[in-house]
């Protein structure tokens, strides 16, 4: 079996399939323009749904981009079905930002290159100084022993590139792609 940390993602990321073919029957939403987007536990969920083999297979409708605010990056190969977007505090100490690094450029948690595969292209971006949820705008505080932090600059700025992301990834138009 799959760790705690690693299952109720898998779940959610089993959720969040179930979701895109419900909303793939609506006359109403074009189902290859729908990304998933997940923040801490969510971002796990949210790398699971795209990542290479996981759940492709499983079925006929696919994400077309995925944004994963502060996910915990272990585990994950970093070879992904549709673009996608990391985006992770400096001084995370819930998800670590070295993790997501070796994830973005394919290396095992032992630091061991993995097999590539082909693989969408994934962007990493790491804000300085910011924590983990770096953009909920609430007061400094620890919770389950973690740091947080509302960064505007970092929430500002990451707002901006997954608005810029999901407009080059699936287009502002319906009619797009």
């Keep these: 079996p799959l760790p705690y ?7 959610q990321a089993a959720d969040a399939y179930a979701a ?5 029957g609506l006359s109403f939403v074009a189902p290859g323009r729908v990304a998933v ?7 796990v969920a949210a790398l699971q749904a795209v990542e290479s083999g996981l759940f492709q297979r499983e ?9 994963a605010y502060y996910p915990a990056c ?5 070879l992904v079905v549709a673009p996608t977007l990391v985006l ?11 993790a997501c690094r070796r994830m973005a450029a394919h290396l095992s948690d032992i630091g ?6 082909p693989s969408a292209p994934l962007d990493l971006v790491v804000y300085p100084g910011a924590t983990h949820a770096f ?3 609430e007061p400094p505080r620890r919770y389950l022993g973690h740091f947080m932090r509302y960064d505007p600059a970092a929430a500002q700025n990451a707002d901006a590139r997954v608005q810029a992301f999901l407009r080059q990834a699936i287009g502002d138009r319906p009619d797009a792609h």
């Design 112 to 117: 061991t290159t993995r097999a590539a595969g």
């Design 59 to 67: 079925h006929q409708a696919q994400f077309r981009a995925a944004v």
């Design 74 to 78: 272990q585990g994950s190969t970093g």
């Design 135 to 137: 953009d909920a705008p």
């Design 20 to 24: 895109l073919h419900y909303l793939a």
């Design 5 to 11: 940390q690693l299952q109720y993602p898998t779940a």
């Design 88 to 98: 992770i505090g400096a001084d995370d100490d819930w998800s670590s930002p070295e």
């Design 37 to 43: 987007l997940g923040f801490s536990m969510g971002g």
